[in-house]
Structure formats: C-alpha cells, structure tokens
C-alpha cells in the first residue's frame, strides 16, 4: 500500500473506527506501540535507550560476533522512535559498545572503526544544533574518545576534532576569543 492510497482509506473511516484501528495496531504491533510511545513520552524514550543497550551489550560482546548483527540492531531501535535526540543518544550508545569491545579484544578493522566514528558524528550533529543537549552529554562524549585512546586508525584523534568542532559551532571559545 502506497502513502497515497494509505491516506484514501485513513479519511474514509469515522473517527471511532480510527480510533479503534490505532488501538487495535497500538496492542498488536510492538514497533508501532515504541513509536507511539516515544511521541508522547519521554520515559518510553528512555527505556528504548536502555533496552537498546542491554541488546548491544548482548550482540557484540557474545562469542561469535557479528558486526552486520549489531547495525541490525541498532537500526531497528532507530525505527522504533521519531524523537530525534533519542536517535542521537541511540548512536553514542553503539559507538561507546564498539569502543569498548574494540579496547577489550583488540583491532576490528577500518569499517569498524568508520562505523564507530560515523555513529559519533551523528551523535554530535544532532548535539551542535541543541546547546543543552550537548552540555548534558558532553562528558559521555568524552568518555568515549578516552575509551578510544588505545584503539588504532586515529580513531580517538578523528572523535576529539568532531568534538572540538561541536564546541567552536556552539561558542565555546567565543568568551576567550573576547577576552584577548
């Protein structure tokens, strides 16, 4: 069913027959019942969060790794919310589990370690455009470029230019450029 032909039958129905339909998809669809919740509540977002992490924590650290698995996981996580700073912190969370995996076991190689540093990236994108956002997780950021230190491929380097680019777009240096 296309979008077009999805909206036609949407206005067809009352509104108690809507009202039935969301219920009804509300109960019997967990992907649907996440997106809704994350819509109207921020706890919702935060047990995705933490759900998200048990089940990373589960994928990458079982014997027979597989790091298809892990973007799987983390991708159906990401279509189980709209809430863009829940994606943001859903990102972090697989890049601080790669990281720490990675310092555990040792090199994974280069799409590793590009993934690591692209989920980061999403991270801080979403952080530079919400100041508050930001200060509230810098230090988890933080953590995450100290995790890296060890990792090969300039990982940790490539981590602490995206952050410093994220404090000059959000002024951080401005006070000190005034003051000189």
């Known amino acids: 069913m296309t979008l077009t032909q999805y909206k036609k039958v949407i206005k067809s129905l009352t509104r108690d027959e809507l009202e039935a339909h ?21 706890e919702s977002n935060d047990e995705l969060i933490t ?9 990458f650290w079982k014997e027979r790794f597989s790091f298809g698995e892990c973007k799987g996981v983390l991708n159906d996580y990401l279509s189980r919310t709209v809430d863009e700073g829940t994606k943001a ?31 980061a990236e999403k991270f801080l ?27 090969g491929y300039g990982v940790s380097d490539d981590l602490g230019y995206m952050l410093e680019d994220a404090r000059i777009e959000l002024g951080y240096y401005d006070e000190l450029d005034k003051d000189e």
């Open 125 to 151: 994108d979403y952080a530079k455009l919400h100041p508050d956002f930001f200060r509230v997780h810098e230090a988890k950021i933080e953590k995450l470029i100290s995790t890296c230190d060890p990792l």
């Open 89 to 119: 912190l859903m990102h972090l969370a697989f890049a601080v589990e790669a990281a720490e995996l990675s310092a555990a076991y040792g090199d994974y190689g280069e799409r590793f370690y590009n993934s690591l540093e692209s989920s």
């Open 22 to 42: 969301l219920f009804e998809t509300f109960k019997s669809s967990r992907v649907f019942k996440d997106i809704e919740s994350s819509c109207w509540s921020k």
């Open 51 to 59: 759900s998200l992490q048990k089940r990373l924590e589960k994928v």
